[in-house]
């Protein structure tokens, strides 16, 4: 049986106790969940509770104020109502300090991305020196490598001029071995020529003959050097007992020439002859072994003898001024069919070049005529016709 209290006490309906046991319980999960809150202020709400908090209808400050007004009329309801209101203010302090701590969080974080921004710009700049210090060290190192080309450069120049050097020594090695060859042998034929054309006495006299029969020294050439007298009328006189003023008083008391030579029409006839036969034995024009005889006309004044007797037409007879006026043309052993090929030379080029010639014969040495034929022939002798003497 029911007390006069509990007849006095009065009841909250069914719905309206539900709805506020629904939203205080919302607010508990929401305090629980608060206090179990992350480290940087972020909130983690569980999917349940979300889930929950979208099927449950939010009540409001101002529907459990709608809800709430004919309750807290009702006797008792007023403390009720308190509390929830007590909730309800420290669940929005609650809220607040979440909002503000979130924002907290959200200053810090943007102060840590604006740190990392300066510290990326910093890292910015330092790459950038860095790059900078890069480009220099890549222009350093390619003026290294200039300046290593220009010494490899160099240094190639350098064994190149040392090359061409090098290679320049053996084409003045030939060019010195065939200045010294050129010297040799021109002092060899300064050597012959003081030999075969400055030599006294007979052994001058026998090499200046073979040198002129072999052909090696034609006698212009000791003619042209003023030397001794070669084999046929080559100039220069060598005295023998006499001096150079005995000579030139000689030359001017004969009036004869002071250098052993030939007449001209002597040696145009001789160059005649010699051109129409094949030359094989010795020929004479002035005396050979005794050059001074050529100036005195025969007479030994500066030598032991001469040759010739006195006034012979190979010293230009008693009156020739210009030399010997007669050729001798030396056999050699060859016989008489050698000596009439001189003979008929000489008397054809007589008559071709107009040069009177007195005699042609055949004579065995100082004896005197002889034929041809005889064994004893040795030379044949032509006298020109400008000769006063036979």
């Known amino acids: 049986m029911a007390t006069n209290k509990d007849k006095e006490e009065p009841r909250i309906q069914p719905p309206q106790q539900k709805k506020a046991q629904q939203e205080i319980e919302r607010l508990r999960r929401i305090y629980e969940a608060r206090e179990q809150r992350p480290p940087e202020g972020a909130v983690s709400v569980s999917p349940e509770s979300e889930r929950e908090e979208q099927e449950e209808p939010e009540y409001g400050p101002e529907q459990l104020e709608e809800e709430t007004q004919e309750e807290r009329k009702q006797p008792g ?27 907290e969080a959200r200053r810090a974080s943007e102060a840590g991305e604006s740190a990392e921004g300066a510290e990326a710009i910093s890292g910015g700049a330092e790459a950038a020196q860095g790059a900078a210090a890069a480009r220099e060290a890549v222009a350093a190192g390619e003026a290294a490598a200039a300046g290593v080309a220009t010494a490899e450069g160099a240094a190639a120049g350098a064994a190149a001029t040392g090359g061409a050097a090098t290679g320049l020594v053996p084409v003045l090695v030939v060019i010195g071995v065939i200045l010294l060859v050129i010297v040799i042998i021109f002092l060899l034929i300064i050597i012959t020529l003081e030999v075969v054309c400055f030599q006294a006495g007979v052994s001058g006299w026998a090499v200046r003959t073979v040198a002129d029969w072999t052909g090696l020294l034609p006698q212009t050439v000791c003619e042209a050097l003023g030397s001794a007298p070669a084999t046929s009328g080559q100039p220069g006189v060598q005295s023998q007992n006499c001096t150079q003023q005995q000579l030139q008083a000689y030359s001017q008391e004969f009036n004869t020439p002071l250098t052993s030579r030939e007449d001209g029409l002597t ?65 050699n052993g060859l016989g008489a069919a050698y000596a009439r090929e001189i003979i008929n030379a ?45």
């Open 346 to 390: 000489a008397n054809t080029c007589s008559q071709s070049l107009s040069i009177p010639v007195k005699s042609v014969r055949c004579e065995a040495g100082s004896s005197g005529i002889v034929d041809c034929s005889s064994p004893s022939a040795d030379h044949v002798h032509i006298t020109l016709g400008a000769c006063d003497r036979n």
């Open 77 to 103: 309801r007023q403390t009720e109502y308190d509390r929830l209101k007590k909730e309800r203010e420290t669940e929005q302090k609650h809220q607040e300090e979440l909002n503000r701590e979130q924002a």
């Open 267 to 331: 040696t145009a006839l001789k160059l005649c002859i010699n051109g129409a036969i094949n030359v094989r034995g010795s020929i004479f024009t002035y005396d050979t072994r005794y050059p001074t005889c050529n100036v005195t006309r025969g007479q030994p004044l500066c030598s032991p003898s001469c040759s010739h007797s006195v006034n012979s037409c190979h010293y230009g007879g008693a009156t020739g001024a210009n030399g010997a006026l007669a050729i001798d043309y030396g056999l």
